[in-house]
Each structure stands twice: as structure tokens, then as C-alpha cells.
């Protein structure tokens, strides 16, 4: 195995992260954060040399690069962290049995967690932020697109772990080969559970190879329903800050359901969409309300791939819908099981939507863009878990523990 020795040395690492105090996690962390600010220069030169291989038209592209303000918003997103209590050791439930045991169930880290990611250089930092939190080493495996980044990112890390006199393999990168992927993919006995990062692709190669835990985060088809008893003012704010925001995170909008009884505002929406160059994917009934006033070169006739694709780009399906049954039955046809919004005046078809609705974020009268460990309150994030095992929705702290028992006896045996 050519990453033995580097697994070996991350599981090495994780052992000793149970005796750390909390006060030197935190340190670490504000560290890290100064760091991060002082190195701005060096990182954004390194993702230079990244962002020069890719096409700017790609919409990787955003992802990967860095700029000044986003790397002091990730400075401040660690400092978020380091203040947050510790998710470890917490005891979820004590009870004492007749016979004297004293029976507690208390968190403890997962132990080594991998993170297989694409383009996103910020993932480094987020990463491992969280799991020094929580106690845990990581063994990063970011894609050959972030190489140089996620190079210089990872030796300010350990420059750090160094400078506090902790183990500089509590953060590991593996070389950006299929072959490594794959040995990581199996490494029984070092790492304890892997979270992928990115497209749907990337996702289900992961589950389908891995032979250790996985938990699926990432991929992110969102709709927005705009149902017969929506407010138009607040619809076209929200509908064109789910699109145009960051078009090539997972929580962007990829498409529009609408009543058809709505259908006359959507003029309006597409005005404001067209301003940002939004191409739209409209199917018969959409495309003929819009057709006379949208650039003709932002405007497609829908085709049954329109619904279903997320984008991660300034592109979006419009589906008009007869009731709002039709728009349930569509939205769970195609939802990755991300993030699902409704707007609408009417409790009711809310608290349906709510109820039927099957996926971890569902909004109602907001955007999709909130679903995001720090708009949550949760500091930062590992991932968005679109599955319901473990964890589900934005993932942080809490959700990067475990559990066991722990039980205290005075003699007692049990009898036969």
C-alpha cells in the first residue's frame, strides 16, 4: 500500500488527540486563523498556479479560487470554531441499574476521519478546523485541480501543529492518484469513516468502492416551488438570490416550480435572472409566457435531462406544475435530498410541504443559500449529509462524535 506509512502515522496522530486540553485546541485554532491571514499572499499564489489550469468558464472555477475576503471569512470561521464548547465527552445519558452499575453514554471522536474532496481549497481548512474540534485526525484527498492549494494550505497547518508541539500528522494529505483513492477507500483499520465532497460523480464512486463508512454529502439539486398563494415581491428576491448568489455551491437553486396559476409573474422573475445572465430551461408553458421578452440566447426549450442536473452554474429549469400535488410528486422525482423551498402565504400548503417533502433542509419563504454550517449557527461544516443515517443536513461538530458506554461496577458479576 503506498499511503500505509502516512495512514499509519495519521492513526498514530489520532491517538493522542484524547489527552489534548481544550485551551490548546482553541490556541491552535486562533493560530491557524492568524496564520492564515498572515500567509494570504503565499496561499493566493499558490491557487494562482491552480486556477491557471482550469477554464474560467468551468464551473469548478469559482470553487477553487481564492480571494483575499474569502480566506479572512474562513480566519473567521475557524475563530467561530475554537469558541464553540467541545462536542467530546459529553454524556448523553446516565442511569444506575438495580444491581449498582453505573451506566453512562458519553461522545467520543470518530478517531481518523477521511475527506475525499474536488476543487474546493477552502475544504482544507474547514476540515480540519472541525475535526481537531471534535477530537479527530484527518486524512485529506483533495483533487489534482487544488494541488498547489491545498499543498501550501496543509504545510501552515502543520506549521501550526508544530508550533503548539502537537503531532503534525493530526492533518495528512495523500497524493492526488486514482490508486491512492482507491487504497484510502479501503483502509481498514486507519480510518474510521469517509466523507466525500462533491459532484454526484465523485459521490457515488465513493459509495460504490468504499468498503469502511461513508457518510454522502455534497451533491445538491434544490428546487424552489412557487405556489399559487405565494407573494410575487417576495418570490423574485428570494428565487434570484437561491440562483445567483454562488451559483456553483450545492445549495443554488436548479429549479423553478410554479403553479401555473402564477404564471404571470414569472415575466418579472425572469427579468431580474436575465440581469445576472441566467440561462433558463423552460418547459411549453413557461417557455411561451417568456419567450417574447428573454434573450434569446439565454433561453432553452427544457428536455427531460433539464430536470434532475444540478448546474453549479448561471442555469436553471422552470417546471410549471397544476397543483400543487403535481409539485410534491415532481420535487421528489428529483431531489437529491438536499435543500427544498416553498413560497407561499397559505400555513397549511406549508406545513404540508414541510411534512412531505423528503429531504434535509426544507425552507419555507427563504432561500436555499442558508443551508450552511455557520448560517446555521453551528460554526462551520464538514459537508451537507443528503442521507439519514448518522447525520443529515450540515454537518459540524456534534455530528463528527460518536458514543460509548461507559460503566462502573463495585464487584458485581452477572448471575448465571
Known sequence: MKIEKQLQQALTASGKLSLVSEETVKKVLFDLADEAEKNIAFILQENQKDLKKMDPENPKYDRLKLTAERIQGIAKDMRNVAKLDSPVGKVLKETVRPNGLKIKKVTVAFGVIGIIYE??????????????????????????????????????????????????????????????????????????????????????????????????????ICHTYFDEFGDAEKGGEIIFNAKTRRPSVCNALDCLVIHESRLNELPAFAEKLSEARVMIFADEKSHEVIKENYPGELLRQATPESFGTEFLSLKMAVKTVG??????????????????????????????????????????????????????????????????????????????????????????????
Open 119 to 220: 476543487a474546493r481549497p477552502n475544504v482544507t481548512f474547514d476540515v480540519f478546523s472541525l475535526c481537531l474540534k471534535s477530537g479527530n485526525a484527518c486524512v485529506l484527498k483533495g483533487g489534482s485541480d487544488a494541488i498547489y492549494s491545498n499543498r501550501a494550505i496543509v504545510f501552515i497547518i502543520q506549521n501550526v501543529l508544530k508550533n503548539n508541539n502537537l503531532d503534525e500528522n493530526t492533518v495528512s494529505l495523500l497524493p492526488s492518484g486514482r490508486e491512492e483513492t482507491n487504497e484510502m477507500l479501503r483502509a481498514h483499520g486507519y480510518i474510521d469513516l469517509i466523507i466525500p465532497r462533491g459532484s454526484q460523480g465523485l459521490i457515488n464512486f465513493v459509495r460504490e468502492n468504499a468498503t469502511i463508512p461513508v457518510i454522502e454529502t455534497g451533491a445538491g
Open 323 to 416: 397543483s400543487f400535488g403535481e409539485a410534491l410528486e415532481h420535487i421528489n422525482k428529483y431531489t437529491s435530498k438536499h435543500s427544498e423551498a416553498i413560497i407561499s402565504e397559505n400555513p397549511e400548503r406549508i406545513a404540508t410541504y414541510q411534512k412531505l417533502i423528503d429531504a434535509s433542509s426544507v425552507y419555507s419563504n427563504a432561500s436555499t443559500a442558508f443551508t450552511d454550517g455557520a448560517q446555521f449557527g453551528l460554526g462551520a461544516e464538514i459537508g451537507i449529509s443528503t442521507q439519514k443515517l448518522h447525520a443529515r443536513g450540515p454537518m459540524a461538530l456534534e455530528e463528527l462524535t460518536s458514543y460509548k458506554w461507559i460503566i462502573e461496577g463495585t464487584g458485581q458479576v452477572r448471575p448465571k
